[in-house]
């Protein structure tokens, strides 16, 4: 069984570069129903179509088999796959206070699961308090009703949930959206900032987390991904 927890993104690996302090690790599922489970309950069209499942080393046939095995492991053995998940998770926290860093995990590299409301993980987050999880979403409640500390939630725009994300914002949560060329200053009146920087959401400032369209979804007309001059 492949490691439950990687650092192989290179979002991931320019985070721990950066200089902040902290190590993370991520947990990438085979996305949508690609293994025969949906672990994108809440994903448009355009999302699913220009996901980054397939970026980077992403497209590599062991890579994309490990996540199919993460996938049905979770789904069709929990306990095996939390007591698994919580190893490494307390593997990573060693290590970091070794380095003398601090520790984060993102928990959906390529998928939106609710771990807050699974019982058998939900208690992760007490578990281990000196680890910042967090996280994007397409589910609005997960942003406006996380009472967790050491969970932050970003919320994620597609083609159909505008509405939405000025709800988010307007309550002063974060928003991330994908424009395609010279991202924009403000985004429906909201201050822009770049996201590409780093993937630490939970160090961002209040406002639109600009992120660049990479792979198949520079080629969106969903309207998934925003044009950069278009809807400021």
């Known amino acids: 069984m492949p490691d439950l927890l990687t650092s192989g993104n290179m979002k991931i690996k320019k985070s721990d570069s950066a200089g902040l302090g902290y190590l993370t690790k991520i947990l990438h599922f085979a996305p949508g129903k690609l293994s025969g489970y949906n ?50 998770i307390a593997k990573h926290v060693k290590r970091c206070i070794r380095l003398g860093v601090k520790p984060a995990v993102r928990l959906n590299g390529t998928s939106d699961i609710p771990w807050e409301d699974y019982v058998h993980t ?17 589910r609005v409640r997960r942003v406006l009703h996380n009472q967790r500390s050491n969970y932050h939630l970003t919320f994620s725009r597609t083609e ?11 309550k002063g949560f974060n928003v991330a959206v994908v424009f395609r060329g010279d991202m924009p200053k403000k985004w429906k009146r909201f201050k822009v900032f770049n996201g590409e920087e780093t993937d ?22 969903s309207g998934f991904v925003v044009r950069g001059r278009h809807n400021v």
């Not at 069709?76 to 007591?83: G, I, K, P």
């Not at 939900?122 to 397409?138: E, H």
């Not at 159909?160 to 307007?170: H, K, P």
């Open 122 to 138: 939900s208690d992760m987050f007490d578990g281990f308090p000196q680890v910042m999880f967090y996280d994007y979403t397409k």
């Open 200 to 221: 630490l959401r939970f160090l961002d400032p209040r406002g639109v987390c600009g992120l660049k369209a990479k792979g198949k979804a520079i080629y969106d007309t």
């Open 160 to 170: 159909d949930n505008e509405y939405d994300c000025l709800t988010v914002l307007r």
């Open 39 to 88: 672990v994108c309950d809440w994903a448009s069209s355009g999302c699913l179509r220009g996901c980054l499942n397939k970026s980077g080393r992403g497209y590599c046939g062991p890579i994309q088999k490990a996540r199919i095995r993460r996938t049905k492991l979770f789904f069709e053995d929990r306990e095996t796959f939390r007591v698994k998940l919580y190893w490494e």
